[in-house]
């Protein structure tokens, strides 16, 4: 039986389905967390009311796995836009948790809405207002429940959830805590707690096994917390199969606070089946602050793309957006663009990547050990050398900031997404630029140059986070002219030292690899909220020593692009109140 039609807020199309269920035309049914209410590609022929429970809405894109879209609560509609518009739903609609669902057919909710102006215009309003949110790219329906489970001899994670939920009520949000204290509450003071409170945050200790077990099936996104100095131990399921299936599920480890690097990362990862990983240094309040951002849709991603030489101008960006107090939580790059992002992922402070940089491209070249061309150019020695000088053995997930790059996979016609593994493996195939360097193999397959297939990765950072994007792209830059490529005075080029850039074919390689078609890089930067574009065009794709100029560019077009933001940078996706 439907209890009493009490939502966050009132509206016309509540009192609608509330008058429809008592005159016997709106049905009532529950739908058990992980059913499916709708399929994307179905025609719609009614419309439904969430009455108690979560929905989930996820689409499909191309290249990538199902995406979360956002939530649908108590009050609120599903499948009201292919109804009016007469059209298939554009995505698949899940129960994230037990679910109570009211469904009217299409010409009783039509003949109904004839009879109250105010529902049409609601849900034109509401039409309107999901279209613009998805082409503005800003966050609408995004999880407000978050549940944080400890891991066996993990210790207490309520001091730590508390300085997250400080953070978050210091950027003006109502926020509270609930412990196993209301394990024997009923199923209403769940709910209304959930309305009172724009987040709420569940946490269970180590231990608190039944209480896990109801966190576990009562929140919008999951986090596993354990001690990264610690081997995983056995994880008990405290996650609904819904979130496990749909990838809602994250890790949290706890760093000590005078870690350099973790390590281990990756038995965690395997252990939990975690979509994402998060490092909390110890007592940490930025830390803390980082992972406020990431529940409340105020994480940053930064997105570079590759370019060769003209990619230093991401060392200025990173300059510029430090100076303006642009936080960074998420990285991810293609060529060298990768190779930047994983610098900062590392957590190298601005001078010491820049050191690292300049060791290992503006000091001398790094495609200078030319090689007879069977395969590529060069052999590829010195570049492999580098990586391993700077980069180690360091895996990626043991990377301080979520961190991914490109490769491109000649063996199956794709892009290859690289998100665990040695980072130097991953970045030496995101850097291959093929007759430029030797290809790289993994698991018998032939990867090259990220910049191939993807240049300018930043649909993909839109896919691991809800948070604004921020994009340097050097890649539309003139390059290649008439005077590139005549034929060198063989002596004077050896003289000049020009040929340590290597030969004109080297600036054509790798401006051909690196050449996206427009609708790429439109439909690449459309994901994008911050959009940096510096002026590179002066700049040789091959120039390793250009390392101020292209800094500068970056610095300068960085500079003027926040300078004209109407507000900070971690608001961007945040609708306006």
């Known amino acids: ?54 929905l989930g809405a996820f689409r499909k894109e191309e290249g990538l796995d199902r995406q979360f879209v956002g939530v649908i609560r108590p009050g609120e509609p599903a499948g009201e836009m292919a109804l009016v518009g007469g059209t298939a739903h554009t995505a698949r609609v899940v129960a994230l948790r037990d679910s109570e669902v009211l469904a009217l057919d299409a010409d009783d909710f039509f003949e109904a809405a004839d009879d109250d102006p105010h529902v049409m ?135 000590p606070a005078s870690l350099a690097q973790p390590k281990g990362s990756e038995a965690w990862l395997e252990a939990t089946g975690a979509a994402r990983l998060f490092h909390v240094r110890e007592g940490s309040e930025p830390c803390a602050a980082r992972m406020a951002r990431l529940l409340t849709g105020r994480s940053v991603g930064l997105v570079l793309s590759g370019g060769g030489a003209r990619a230093y ?25 990768a190779i930047i992002a994983a610098s900062l992922a590392m957590g190298w402070e601005e001078p010491e990547l820049e050191r690292r940089i300049r060791q290992a491209f503006v000091d001398t070249s790094p495609l200078d050990d030319i090689a007879l061309p069977l395969i590529a150019l060069t052999h590829g020695r010195k570049v492999n050398h580098r990586l391993q000088e700077h980069y180690g053995e360091v895996e990626i997930p043991d990377l301080w900031l979520p961190f991914y790059c490109i490769s491109s996979n000649l063996t199956q016609g794709t892009y290859e997404l690289h998100q665990r593994g040695v980072l130097r493996h991953a970045l030496r195939a995101s850097i291959a630029l093929p007759g430029v360097m030797p290809p790289s193999t993994m698991a018998g397959e032939v990867l090259v140059d990220g910049a191939v297939m993807k240049n300018f990765p930043a649909d993909i950072m839109r896919s691991i986070h809800r948070g604004p994007v921020v994009g340097v792209d050097v890649t539309r830059g003139r390059s290649i002219t008439t005077e590139d490529i005549a034929m060198p005075s063989l002596l004077k080029w050896i003289l000049s030292g020009e040929w340590r850039k290597g030969p ?29 574009l510096p002026d590179v065009d002066h700049i040789d794709i091959r120039d390793w020593k250009a390392f101020e100029v292209g800094a500068d560019a970056g610095y300068l077009a960085t500079r003027q692009v926040l300078a004209g933001l109407e507000r900070p940078v971690v608001d961007l996706r945040r609708a306006k109140t």
């Open 121 to 255: 215009l609601e849900i034109a309003r509401l039409v309107l207002n999901r279209a613009r949110y998805a082409s503005t790219r800003i966050s609408t329906g995004d999880p407000c429940v978050f549940g944080f489970v400890a891991a066996d001899k993990t210790g207490k994670i309520r001091p730590l959830i508390g300085k997250i939920a400080r953070s978050m009520a210091e950027m003006g949000h109502s926020v509270t805590i609930v412990g196993s204290e209301a394990a024997t509450a009923p199923t209403e003071w769940f709910s209304n707690v959930e309305a009172d409170h724009e987040f709420v945050l569940y946490v269970a200790e180590a231990g608190e096994n039944a209480w896990g077990g109801v966190v576990g099936r009562q929140v919008d996104r999951l986090f596993r917390v354990g001690r990264g100095d610690r081997a995983p131990p056995v994880i008990n399921g405290k996650a609904s199969e819904t979130l496990e299936a749909y990838k809602l599920v994250d890790l949290m480890l706890i760093q």
């Open 1 to 54: 039986m439907v209890g009493p039609f009490t939502y966050r807020e009132d509206s016309a199309l509540t009192r609608l389905f509330e008058r429809e269920w008592e005159a016997g035309a709106a049905r009532w049914f529950s739908l058990p967390g992980g059913a499916t209410l709708f399929e994307s590609g179905e025609r719609s022929n009614q419309i439904f009311l969430v009455h108690a429970g979560k």
């Open 313 to 337: 101008a991401h060392i200025g960006a990173l300059r510029a957006l430090k100076q303006a107090g642009v936080p960074i939580d998420f990285v991810g790059g293609a060529s060298m663009g």
């Open 504 to 532: 004109p074919i080297v600036a054509l390689l790798m401006r051909a690899a690196t050449l996206s078609t427009n609708r790429e890089v439109l439909a690449a930067r459309d994901a994008t909220d911050v959009l940096v």
